[in-house]
T-cell receptor, first 114, second 113 residues
Framework: IAGITQAPTSQILAAGRRMTLRCTQD?????MYWYRQDLGLGLRLIHY???????GKGEVPDGYSVSRANTDDFPLTLASAVPSQTSVYFC?????????????FGSGTRLTVV | GQQLNQSPQSMFIQEGEDVSMNCTSS?????WLWYKQDPGEGPVLLIA?????ELTSNGRLTAQFGITRKDSFLNISASIPSDVGIYFC?????????????FGKGTKLSVKP
């Protein structure tokens, strides 16, 4: 089934630890995005990538890094997790060439930093 | 940066009632999108609007792109229990370095059977 796969689905992480959230899409979409969702704050963009090999900062990039080595994968890394990074993280993708249909989202990763 | 004001924040309605929610922005958008998020899932696209004044329906859902390009509304007619979830509006402009969606903070809908 075409779509976006995120892993893990949930994780409890000790503060100070490094963590990589995985995201893979099989739709050959050009662009990919990472959002975090927090109660009362909606969806906030962390980082994005318009094409493989390029990345950019979103609204809340601090404490996160991304890479886009190929079209399909867009991992998000927390170098040293802090409790304020407790959130639900969503990966999304879009076909910027025909960017008329918005984004396709994964099912999310629920991360708790303790 | 651009921000969207989405209202209401939450709604508690009786099954069968109609629902209306809206989004406003201080700046214009080329595209308005409406998403629904079920509990434990990612947002799913419901309706996309591409022209000012456009009115589009998808089953019991109807959405409009405001004439000023600064607002949009979503109506749900004859609500049913599976309409429960969080509804997000999103605005987008093409071009530039990002072309990213700007999301509203969501409207949480609860439906009493």
């Amino acid at each position: 089934i075409a779509g976006i796969t995120q892993a893990p689905t949930s994780q409890i992480l000790a503060a100070g630890r490094r963590m990589t959230l995985r995201c893979t899409q099989d739709m050959r979409h050009n662009a990919m995005y990472w959002y975090r969702q927090d109660l009362g704050l909606g969806l906030r963009l962390i980082h994005y990538s318009n094409t493989a090999g390029t990345t950019g900062k979103g609204e809340v990039p601090d404490g996160y890094s991304v890479s886009r080595a190929n079209t399909d994968d867009f991992p998000l890394t927390l170098a040293s997790a802090v409790p304020s990074q407790t959130s639900v993280y969503f990966c999304a993708s879009s076909d910027r060439g025909g960017n008329l249909y918005g984004y396709t989202f994964g099912s999310g990763t629920r991360l708790t930093v303790v | 940066g651009q921000q969207l004001n989405q209202s209401p924040q939450s709604m508690f309605i009786q099954e069968g009632e109609d629902v209306s929610m809206n989004c406003t922005s201080s700046s214009i958008f080329n595209t308005w999108l409406w998403y629904k998020q079920d509990p434990g899932e990612g947002p799913v696209l419901l309706i996309a609007l591409y022209k000012a004044g456009e009115l589009t329906s998808n089953g019991r859902l109807t959405a409009q792109f405001g004439i000023t390009r600064k607002d949009s509304f979503l109506n749900i007619s004859a609500s049913i229990p599976s309409d429960v979830g969080i509804y997000f509006c999103a605005g987008m402009n093409y071009g530039g370095s990002q072309g990213n969606l700007i999301f509203g903070k969501g409207t949480k809908l609860s439906v009493k059977p």
